[in-house]
T-cell receptor, first 110, second 114 residues
Framework: GESVGLHLPTLSVQEGDNSIINCAYS??????FIWYKQESGKGPQFIID?????DKRQGQRVTVLLNKTVKHLSLQIAATQPGDSAVYFC?????????FGGGTRLMVKP | GAGVSQSPRYKVAKRGQDVALRCDPI?????LFWYQQALGQGPEFLTY????????KSGLPSDRFFAERPEGSVSTLKIQRTQQEDSAVYLC????????????FGQGTRLTVV
C-alpha cells in the first residue's frame, strides 16, 4: 500500500548548525502533513504541520517545506540544539488516520 | 486532564496471558486512535474511533486484538493470548473531528511479552 518513508535513518549535526530531515510520501490523496518529534520513552510530540495548499510554513526555529510535484516533505531546524536530539517522524493524513514514516534519528553533537 | 493519559506505562505479560490497555483522551476530543510502535519503527495504525463508533479497525493484526470505547471517551485496547510478537509500545492519540488538525499522543504503554 501507499506509505510515508524517510531517506536517512540517522542524522548527526553540530550544535548550532541547521538540520534538514527529509521525507517522501506516495499517497497523492494526502492533504495534510505533520512532523512529530519523539524522545525516548515518550509519545510523539507535534512540531509543525502543513496543508497541501501550501508549500512552506514556518514556526519557531522550524520550517516545513512541501513539494507536491515530487511528493517530498522536509523539516528544517535552525540553530540545532542538544534538546532537539530525538527521532523525527513525518506523517500524512488521507482520511481518518495518520500514516507515519519510519523515522530519522537526529543526534546533536556539542 | 491536560493531555492524553495511558495506563499502565509498562506491562509485562506471560505468553498466553490477556492484557488490557487504557487510554483517557483529551476531554471533548471526538476522534481516538490506537497505534502500535515496534522498537526503532514509526507508529503503525491499529484502529480509529469517532465517539463510540469504531470506524476503522483495518490495522488490527489479528482477531486477538480488540478495542472499545463504549461511552465515547475512555478506550481500552485488549489483547488476548498475548504472543512475543505483540511486544511493542501501544500509543493512543486523540483529536478533534476536523481532518486537518493534529493528533495528540499519550506516552504509550510498553508491553513486553515473555
Amino acid at each position: 500500500g501507499e506509505s510515508v518513508g524517510l531517506h536517512l535513518p540517522t542524522l548527526s549535526v553540530q550544535e548550532g548548525d541547521n538540520s534538514i530531515i527529509n521525507c517522501a510520501y506516495s499517497n497523492s490523496a494526502s492533504d495534510y502533513f505533520i512532523w512529530y518529534k519523539q524522545e525516548s520513552g515518550k509519545g510523539p510530540q507535534f512540531i509543525i504541520d502543513i496543508r497541501s495548499n501550501m508549500d512552506k510554513r514556518q514556526g519557531q526555529r522550524v520550517t516545513v517545506l512541501l513539494n507536491k510535484t515530487v511528493k517530498h516533505l522536509s523539516l528544517q531546524i535552525a540553530a540545532t540544539q542538544p534538546g532537539d536530539s530525538a527521532v523525527y517522524f513525518c506523517a500524512e493524513n488521507a482520511g481518518n488516520m495518520l500514516t507515519f514514516g519510519g523515522g530519522t534519528r537526529l543526534m546533536v553533537k556539542p | 486532564g491536560a493531555g492524553v493519559s495511558q495506563s499502565p506505562r509498562y506491562k509485562v505479560a506471560k505468553r498466553g496471558q490477556d492484557v488490557a490497555l487504557r487510554c483517557d483522551p483529551i476531554s471533548g476530543h471526538v476522534s481516538l486512535f490506537w497505534y502500535q510502535q515496534a522498537l526503532g519503527q514509526g507508529p503503525e495504525f491499529l484502529t480509529y474511533f469517532q465517539n463510540e463508533a469504531q470506524l476503522d479497525k483495518s490495522g488490527l493484526p489479528s482477531d486477538r486484538f480488540f478495542a472499545e470505547r463504549p461511552e465515547g471517551s475512555v478506550s481500552t485496547l485488549k489483547i488476548q493470548r498475548t504472543q512475543q510478537e505483540d511486544s511493542a509500545v501501544y500509543l493512543c492519540a486523540s483529536s478533534s473531528l476536523r481532518q486537518d488538525t493534529e493528533a495528540f499522543f499519550g506516552q504509550g504503554t510498553r508491553l513486553t511479552v515473555v
